[in-house]
């Protein structure tokens, strides 16, 4: 027959005579059964609901949790008759595993009345949470529950754009006045203006073209490749140079401002006490952020809205005015510095701490910006020899206990705080590039950090937010499992219906796919939305498409052949059409994925998963089924 | 399953179907317009769930009040429940309004549980709505691409037509009746496209397997035994998936369920326009067995 070439033998058959029923191979049953019991072993954590539990987390106090400290929080709450389920350390902290929703609300409230007390920053961290319940030799395996999303779990999901324009503006500005101070060194003039800088990059306008050659030969020692490009044009109807950015450059500092951005959003969210925040970039220029179970937003968002900064001040002199002076402690010492600013946190654009070369003492470089650079060294330049001291002013939300109207509440405070971290001597003229020495390693790698996560690359501001109720979320679980089990029933039901025998194998497949598709999400650590639900109920309703196919190929065959060639002919010529139909539908669930976000992406990673597992499921096992019921004997009559 | 139902006989009625179905779609589309929803537009809303019945009027003048005389206040399935959308408004960060509507109604009529709170940025909603048309084209490229390297030119056209059919009729359909047009509906949109193409390669590849099988006859006549041969199982497929998309607009609640309509409508017009559409264009385009010989190819492929 010339069509075996086109159908015949693949993976999924055995060439034997049309006359007599063949072998499946015994190692195809092995490959079934073991995928079912990996498929069993890891969706299984998913039918464990999670405990109602409490998290403590050290914020400010000093204590370690430990077993001892565990030990006591159990005991404290049984002693108030609150039943402890379990209490085990985690990575972060300890966790109290609790019976009812009830009981974990009250062993906050009496966890936090002892631990928080009344009127003090506060102590620890106890945040609600729910807690996974897999049992250890699940663990062992490596067998986790899917991760609900916030559609699910309710929560926050914010999404903060970083203003990307006003830190590449902050960048070509600097390389405006860098520009000009090259051209007045090398004593070419150009024509002043108040707006070199333009969204394109930086115009420095010259009277006449031979300065412009002039300028050019200059400014080409400091400024070419990798990450300026230099230009000749007409501006203004003026002989010009443009400077402009070049991509790589322009990525650079985009780069540096969101890994700054983020890091200074970690530790804000940190504050907020959630139990498994995420905070994430997400494309070239935004940052997302995901407290589960977080309902208050405008709480959050006064959280991570603020930030710390910098001052830098030189000592006061005995001349100066004590109206001019403001006094602040350092190393249990009295520094009186100068209430005027050189220059602040905004104009440091980079720092790193590293060593002196010739003394190899510990110091810290750090970058300004033009005008930092300008300023501070007009500042130093005549005062060698002085002292200056750096202002750390950190805005920080401090969360405080208090009792309104008898009623125990948590406020949140912004509260400013002023530290002098600093003060060393200026041993010369500082400028763009300067560094702070007489420090000790540990300050000098404490200073760095600060220096950098001070200052704030680029501004944010919020340009999504979604707030899920925790009610929803129970609900649109309810209610998405419902219609699961809902479309399962008919599907299976119409099945046996229609197809007899091989409906009720169909239907064993169909229940495998479920199976192997929720163990393949756990194990991905995929998480599942609403829309991922709806993308499984779909699933169901086109998994068994390819059983459709295959049974159809077969009563057409069994009108011309015996049953066990029929059985074969079905299945062989039917591969090539399944495996069309699910590679298209395969590309479109991928192209979803790749472009797809927030719920398209929930909804394309069930089904992208669905259709792999379905095709195995519906052509290698249901294949091995039949051959159980059917195969290894004469067959006169098959029930489909 | 002995069908001989002559199919093609009707291409023509169907012809005229597929082409009102579509100006009246298009005219939807140019007339009326896609409703679309936050997720496009950008905006607020907010959903409450109050402990007793509230009228929306009261709601109303309390937000008019503070303001938002452009709210749109909505009772949400029971009394209870009230839905309320702000439109966006150019050069204002409405990034707090959610917050504030919230507290002075919860001020103003009693507390309220909070069910969901959206903010969409209107750059955000610009670049999903392009972002989702981008996708949308870049899927029914990729659809043709791979249609003429598995089959030929003439069936990949046929498809993509059939496909592009499908589309327009859903999202004409969605402007007629005004339904919101969301992130899961453009999903919907393309598992559309995903569904309609399966039905429509099952039933080319049967054409195709007919063509090279049975010699000696008219195209229309090859079609015509294909669409029969395949007429079980399309239904059959098409009824299961119905099936489940019934579970999920019953049970799946207020989220799902725009999703839920787009994808009913998508499989039963798919499954109109694989039979008619896409079988149909094959005959206009003129389709013979010499545009299916290549043997020898397709036997390398299936040694994979």
Redesign the interface.
């Known amino acids: 027959m010339?069509?075996n070439?086109?159908?015949?033998q693949?993976l999924f058959g055995t060439r034997t005579s049309a006359d007599q029923p063949y072998r499946y191979p015994l190692w195809r049953y092995f490959i079934a059964l073991g995928v079912l019991v990996l498929g069993i072993l890891y969706a299984l954590p998913n039918l464990f609901p999670p405990d109602h539990a409490v998290q403590i987390e050290v914020d400010n106090s000093s204590t370690i949790i430990g077993t001892r400290f565990t030990a006591q929080a159990r005991e404290l709450l049984e002693n108030e008759g609150i039943d402890v389920k379990r209490a085990a350390l985690t990575q972060r902290g300890t966790q109290i595993h609790l019976y009812d929703e009830l009981d974990q609300i009250r062993a906050k409230d009496l966890l936090e009345s002892r631990l928080n007390p009344v009127g003090m920053e506060r102590q620890f961290i106890i945040a609600l949470n729910l807690a996974p319940t897999t049992p250890q030799w699940l663990r062992d395996l490596g067998s986790t529950p899917m991760t609900l999303g916030l559609?699910l779990a309710g929560g926050i999901h914010f999404?903060l754009?970083v203003d990307m324009q006003s830190a590449i503006n902050k960048q070509l500005g600097d390389e405006a006045d860098k520009a000009t101070a090259i051209l007045r060194d090398a004593n070419v003039r150009y024509i002043p203006t108040e707006d070199f800088v333009s969204e394109t990059g930086v115009h420095i306008p010259f009277a006449d073209e031979s300065r412009r050659t002039e300028a050019m030969t200059a400014l080409e020692i400091s400024y070419g490749p990798p990450n300026h490009v230099l230009e000749e044009v007409e501006w203004r109807g003026a002989p010009a140079i443009l400077i402009t950015l070049t991509q790589d450059r322009l990525n650079e500092i985009e780069n540096a401002a969101i890994e700054q951005n983020l890091t200074g959003l970690r530790n804000r969210v940190n504050e907020l006490g959630v139990a498994e925040p995420l905070v994430q970039r997400l494309g070239s220029s935004r940052i997302v952020i995901e407290l589960p179970g977080v309902?208050d937003?405008?709480e959050a968002?006064r959280i991570l809205d603020k930030f710390a900064t910098l001052e830098f001040r030189l000592e006061a002199s005995v001349t100066d005015r004590p109206s001019q002076i403001e006094v602040l402690p350092y190393q249990g010492v009295d520094v009186r510095l100068l209430k005027e600013n050189i220059v602040t946190g905004d104009n440091v654009t980079n720092a790193q701490q590293a060593r002196d070369p010739e003394t190899s003492l510990p110091q810290v470089n750090m970058q300004f910006d033009s005008i930092g650079g300008e300023r501070i060294n007009r500042a130093t330049a005549p005062n060698i020899g002085r002292r200056m001291g750096i202002i750390f002013i950190e805005q920080r939300p401090v969360v405080v206990n208090e009792i309104v109207d008898g009623e125990r509440v948590e406020r949140t405070k912004i509260e400013t705080s002023r530290r002098l971290i600093s003060v060393a001597t200026i041993q010369g003229a500082l400028s763009y590039n300067s560094r702070i020495t007489g420090i000790s390693v540990r300050d000098a790698q404490e200073l760095a950090i600060l220096l950098r996560a001070g200052a704030l690359a680029a501004p944010m501001?919020?340009?999504?937010?979604?707030?899920?109720?925790a009610?929803?979320g129970d609900?649109?679980i309810d209610?998405?499992m419902?219609?699961?089990v809902?479309?399962?029933a008919?599907?299976a039901l119409?099945?046996i219906v229609?197809y007899k025998v091989f409906g009720v194998i169909a239907d064993i497949c169909l229940t495998m796919n479920m199976i192997v598709l929720v163990a393949v999400m756990s194990l991905l650590g995929a998480t599942l939305t609403?829309?991922g639900?709806?993308g499984i109920?779909?699933t169901?309703?086109?998994a068994?498409?390819a059983n459709?196919?295959i049974f159809?190929r077969i009563?057409?065959e069994l009108k011309r052949a015996a049953p066990a060639t029929a059985i074969k002919n079905g299945y062989d010529?039917a591969f090539?059409?399944i495996l069309?139909?699910?590679?298209?539908?395969l590309?479109?669930?991928l192209?979803?994925l790749a472009?797809?976000?927030?719920?398209?992406a929930g909804?394309?990673v069930t089904?992208s998963i669905g259709i792999v597992t379905s095709m195995f499921t519906s052509i290698f096992v249901s294949r091995g089924l039949v051959h159980l019921v059917y195969g290894n004997r004469a067959v006169r009559k098959i029930w489909i | 399953?002995n069908l001989n139902i002559d199919f093609m006989a009707n291409r023509h009625i169907a012809t005229v179907l597929s082409g009102i179905l579509l100006v009246a779609s298009v005219v939807a589309f140019v007339w009326l317009g896609v409703n679309r929803g936050l997720d496009f537009t950008g905006g607020v809303l907010v959903?409450l769930?109050f402990e007793e019945p509230v009228d929306p009027v009261m709601v109303r003048a309390i937000l008019a009040d503070d303001g938002y005389a452009n709210a749109v206040v909505q009772s949400l399935g029971s009394e209870r429940e009230v839905q309320v959308r702000v439109p966006p408004v150019p050069g204002i960060?409405q990034?707090?309004v959610?917050?504030n509507i919230q507290?002075s109604l919860v001020e103003g009529i009693g507390v309220a549980?909070?069910?969901?709170?959206?903010?969409?940025?209107p750059?955000?909603g610009e670049e999903?709505a392009e972002?989702?048309g981008?996708?949308l084209l870049?899927?029914l490229a990729?659809?043709l691409v791979?249609?003429m390297l598995?089959f030929t030119g003439k069936f990949a056209l046929g498809a993509v037509v059939a496909l592009v059919h499908d589309v327009i009729i859903v999202v004409g359909l969605f402007c007629m009746f005004g339904w919101t047009f969301n992130?899961?509906e453009?999903?919907a949109l393309?598992?559309v496209?995903?569904?309609s193409?399966?039905d429509t390669?099952?039933v080319s590849?049967?054409i195709r397997?007919n063509f090279?099988?049975i010699r000696r006859r008219k195209p229309v006549e090859i079609i015509n035994t294909s669409l029969n041969?395949?007429l079980?199982?399309t239904l059959?497929?098409s009824?299961?998936?119905?099936?489940?998309?019934?579970?999920?607009l019953?049970?799946?609640?207020e989220?799902?369920s725009g999703?839920?309509t787009a994808?009913t409508i998508g499989v039963v017009i798919g499954t109109y326009s694989s039979i008619y559409v896409a079988a149909n264009l094959l005959l206009m385009l003129n389709i013979q067995s010499e545009d299916l010989a290549l043997?020898a190819k397709?036997?390398s492929e299936?040694?994979i």
Request: aromatic letters at 6%; hydrophobic letters at 50%; zero cysteines.
């Open positions: 010339p069509d070439r086109v159908f015949g693949n559609d999404v754009q309902q937003s405008s968002k501001y919020f340009v999504e937010e979604r707030t899920v109720g009610s929803l609900e649109n209610r998405g419902l219609a699961v809902i479309g399962l008919l599907v119409f099945m229609y609403l829309p639900i709806a109920v779909l169901v309703g086109m068994v498409d459709v196919l159809s009563r057409e010529r090539v059409t069309d139909a699910n590679v298209t539908t590309f479109v669930a192209i979803l472009i797809g976000s927030g719920p398209v909804f394309a089904l | 399953m959903e769930a960060d990034s707090n959610g917050d507290s549980d909070l069910r969901r709170s959206e903010f969409v940025g750059t955000v999903l972002k989702g981008l996708a870049v899927a990729m659809v791979y249609i598995r992130l899961p453009l999903a393309l598992a496209i995903g569904y193409l399966n390669i099952v590849d049967r397997e090279r099988t041969q395949m079980g199982r059959v497929t009824l299961t998936t119905l099936l489940v998309l019934l579970a999920l019953l049970a799946g609640g989220q799902i999703f839920a994808l043997p397709e036997g299936d040694a």
